[in-house]
């Protein structure tokens, strides 16, 4: 399954050692790419620092996070995004 659509920069800042899951990375999206649907075991939380990105919890309603925004994703959901709606 490829994880992203369309042009994405993935650069990894930190990573824990075992047993840690704590991972800090920085992802870059060109516009218009995106990621598939996927889930993350124990949530995610995502901070925006600059441009406007669009998250969504399976079923829930889509999020637009702007510079500053910190959103997570509660644990074993599915995140992604279809088609992007039009943001203003």
Avoid: K, Y
């Avoid at 992203?4 to 800090?24: C, I, K, L």
Wanted: aromatic share 6%; proline share 8%; net charge positive.
């Amino acid at each position: 399954m490829e994880v992203f659509t369309g042009d994405v920069w993935f650069d990894v800042v930190a990573a824990g050692q075992e047993p840690s899951r704590m991972r800090v990375n920085v992802v870059r999206f060109a516009p218009g790419a995106r990621t598939a649907w996927h889930c993350h075991a124990v949530g995610q939380t995502l901070h925006v620092t600059e441009g406007i990105g669009l998250v969504q919890s399976r079923g829930g309603q889509v999020v637009v996070m702007r510079p500053g925004d910190t959103v997570h994703t509660p644990r074993a959901s599915g995140t992604g995004t279809g088609p992007p709606p039009t943001v203003s």
